[in-house]
């Protein structure tokens, strides 16, 4: 199982407080992932987080291109972590060899014909809103078969765009319109994931469902998980805590 570190170049990230904002100390922080053992770098300039602000796609790019063309050198595969086909575009002629889009395409109707052009690897996440709405769209009378007939639809709509079978991953989307009993069904069920056939990851770090209030504290959960999930088939975690989460595998 492969660990991805994310490096978030935003000033509001739940998990990491934003201390990885300007760009030297991205860089370094990118650094200091790939020297810990991650696979591969994650690089994203705008949040997710629940009840966040989009950012404009200027400012999305300004926090990240100069970040991936810089890392690029340390030879490490980098994915660039965007809702928006354009600064998919731009981190990948920087050097980003994937594109991890939250929305898994519905964000912007650009982006599967983009990925398919740019013909690099596509995670497509199980998605429902944006958001300032997510927590609203977090209703399922049958969690685990929706979430996987909605990626199946997104699966469908990626490959007729051309991404190929191959370039596919998939992402159950982890804290994305599910309550916390949602997260661990998914979990639970991970399997049902795996036996669609494509690579799965999952992006369970430090997040709400693991308790606590303090999300460096939620540490000792994700390394548990990614310790249970290396038992499951699936594909990659996406960490934030690479040493301590490759140091349990
Ligand atoms: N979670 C976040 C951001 N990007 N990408 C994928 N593929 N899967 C996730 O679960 C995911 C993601 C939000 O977490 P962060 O703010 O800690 O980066």
Do not use: C
């Not at 492969?2 to 760009?23: C, K, Q, W």
């Not at 765009?161 to 661990?184: C, E, M, R, T, Y």
């Amino acid at each position: 199982m492969l660990v991805m570190g994310i490096l978030n170049a935003t000033p509001d990230s739940f998990a990491d407080g934003g201390e990885h904002f300007t760009y030297p100390d991205a860089v370094d922080h990118g650094l200091k992932l790939i020297a810990e053992g991650a696979d591969i770098i994650d690089v994203g300039g705008e949040s997710t987080r629940p009840g966040a602000e989009r950012v404009s796609p200027a400012e999305e790019e300004r926090r990240v291109i100069n970040v991936i063309s810089k890392l690029v050198d340390a030879g490490k595969p980098i994915s660039i972590d965007t809702m928006r086909a354009s600064t998919a575009r731009a981190a990948v002629i920087a050097g980003a060899s994937i594109i991890n889009d939250v929305s898994g395409g519905l964000a912007d109707a650009a982006m599967l014909d983009t990925a398919a052009e740019l013909k690099v690897p596509y995670i497509a996440m199980h998605w429902r809103g944006h958001s300032k709405e997510m927590n609203n769209l977090a209703v399922y009378t049958n969690l685990v078969d929706e979430v996987i007939a909605e990626l199946n639809l997104r699966i469908e709509a990626a490959l007729s765009a051309g991404v190929s079978k191959s370039n596919l991953i998939i992402d159950p989307g982890i804290g994305f319109a599910k309550q916390p009993a949602d997260n661990w069904a998914i979990i639970e069920e991970i399997q049902r994931f795996v036996a669609l056939g494509y690579p799965v990851l999952v992006g369970a770090s430090r997040k709400r469902f693991l308790g606590g209030d303090d999300p460096t504290a939620r540490e000792a959960a994700t390394v548990a998980l990614t310790k249970q999930l290396s038992q499951s088939g699936i594909w990659a975690v996406r960490v934030h805590g690479v040493a301590a989460n490759k140091a349990v595998l």
